[in-house]
């Protein structure tokens, strides 16, 4: 049976729903720049927009060439699309682009851009939202809406092949880019992330900043089958958030990045529109979850449009225990006294 393009599927999602079209425009429009981006970052060292750095942005990170190449070749495929607001975690504020239009669309342009000249793989996460949003709250409003409220979400993935991973609300599905055909064709349909598993990706460099909570899951972890939790766990870390989410969404995986005690670090480092929402929209309709460690991400009402917080996603059973660990850890039947709270990295 021959896999569905991309155009087919978004032809059958939109039928003749004037809303739905809007936001099969919207996802057109980003594969075109996508493929653009996805050249200028296949050049490396040897393109016009690979080297060099321009301070920090607006979320006071450092920005690179690459990455503000990556925000003005999205946000004039915006311009071409149903798109009212388009916000990026480049920008300090969101761009007006018609009024009249019934989108928004949120995006970090190049996730993983401190990777950039170590050849890992990058990303674009986007988050697509009615334009309309909390009363008051002016340009920012369509994005201070809760993550529930996203009509999809995706992030395209620049590694060995090019990848489109997208939800539209009905599950989560994965395209590639054909070089023979010259479009993107359907890989993985309806992709189910297991409810349990025995992989966990987390910067451990930053094991002494973590709360308690989060020190014990992973000591517990790394005790393995002599451990309270009675198996082996695999570590990987890419710090590429989209790149670690690929592989979760493959073949299961729980994901942290927790706040810890670091100064700008209290209410973690992932935006909450940008990145945090996108990603856990995905998660939930492959069957994951997603909280803030505790709480649900996508009923997190945001603040501020590049607003922080903590994440914690993949298999469900395993977000459900992070979040017990922080919650009530003596309630969790393996941490017998036996074991202790000592962990293997402390005396």
């Known amino acids: 049976m021959t896999a569905a393009t991309l155009d087919a599927f978004l032809n059958s999602y939109a039928g003749g729903d004037t809303l739905r079209s809007a936001a099969a425009t919207v996802v057109r429009r980003l594969t075109e720049a996508a493929i653009k981006v996805r050249h200028a970052v296949n050049q490396g060292a040897l393109g016009a927009a690979f080297a060099g750095t321009r301070g920090t942005n607006s979320a006071g990170d450092i920005q690179k060439d690459l990455d503000v190449f990556a925000d003005d070749i999205f946000l004039d495929a915006m311009r071409h ?4 607001l388009y916000a990026s975690e480049e920008l300090d504020q969101p761009v007006l682009i018609d009024t009249e239009a019934p989108l928004a669309v949120a995006i970090d342009p190049l996730d993983g851009s401190s990777n ?6 990058l990303g674009t996460i986007f988050s697509i939202l009615p334009a309309t949003g909390v009363p008051g709250g002016g340009p920012a409003a369509p994005f201070l809406q809760p993550g529930a409220r996203q009509l999809g979400a995706g992030f395209f993935i620049y590694g060995p092949q090019l990848a489109l991973v997208l ?11 054909s070089s023979r055909l010259g479009t993107f064709v ?17 910067n451990a460099a930053n ?12 000591d517990d972890c790394l005790k393995g089958g002599e ?4 198996k082996d766990f695999n570590m990987r870390w890419i710090a590429s958030l989209a790149a670690d989410c690929y592989r979760i969404l493959i073949r299961g995986g729980v994901f942290l990045y927790p706040g810890d005690q670091r100064k700008g670090y209290h209410r973690g480092r992932l935006r909450l529109v940008y990145e945090a929402n996108p990603i ?9 979850a997603a909280t803030d460690t505790v709480n649900r991400i996508l009923d ?6 590049h607003q922080r917080v903590p994440v914690v996603f993949g298999s469900a059973r395993e977000v459900q225990r992070i979040a017990r660990y922080h919650l009530a850890p003596s309630s969790i039947g393996e941490r017998a006294p036996l074991f202790g709270n000592r962990g293997l990295f402390r005396a």
């Not at 699309?81 to 009212?84: D, K, N, R």
């Not at 856990?280 to 994951?288: P, Y």
């Not at 997190?300 to 449009?305: D, K, N, R």
């Open 186 to 202: 359907q890989a993985y349909e309806s992709r189910s992330i297991p409810l349990r598993t025995q992989e966990f990706a987390i």
């Open 207 to 218: 094991y002494r900043h973590w709360d308690e909570a989060v020190r014990l899951y992973v």
């Open 280 to 288: 856990a929209f995905l998660v939930e309709q492959a069957a994951g």
């Open 116 to 121: 950039i000249e170590t050849n890992v793989s």
């Open 81 to 84: 699309a149903p798109v009212a």
């Open 167 to 177: 939800s539209l609300g009905s599950g989560t599905h994965i395209f590639v880019l």
């Open 227 to 230: 451990g309270p939790r009675e």
């Open 300 to 305: 997190i009402e945001p603040e501020s449009l």
